[in-house]
């Protein structure tokens, strides 16, 4: 299944200015979530924002869960699941017809 994750902190969190709590948090957690999920589709950053936008393929949530927990009490994540676009077009389709 896709989900797409936007994690969010704040700039009280923020490690941006500290390399060592970069290097424990947003420093890894990207290889975390590829350790724990079955893929990452992509990873985007908004760094004005503090939104972090990761799609990843999961079986269920626990795997983000786990993928994630370098930063998870740096800020707060939103997990949707997610369809691909063209595929719902083409069930959207099938089911009207």
Not at 74 to 79: E, N, P, R, V, W
Request: glycine residues 6%.
């Amino acid at each position: 299944m896709l989900f797409h994750v936007t994690h969010h902190h704040t700039e009280a969190t923020c490690p941006a200015r500290n390399d060592e709590v970069m290097g424990k948090t947003f420093g890894v957690v990207l290889d975390s979530l590829r350790e724990n999920v079955n893929e990452v589709i992509g990873a985007w950053v908004a760094p004005p924002e503090h939104d972090f936008f990761f799609v990843v393929d999961a079986d269920d949530a626990s795997q983000i869960f786990a993928g994630l927990f370098p930063i998870v009490d740096i800020g707060t994540a939103k997990i949707q699941l997610v369809s691909d676009y063209a595929e719902a077009l083409r069930l959207r389709a099938e089911l009207a017809s």
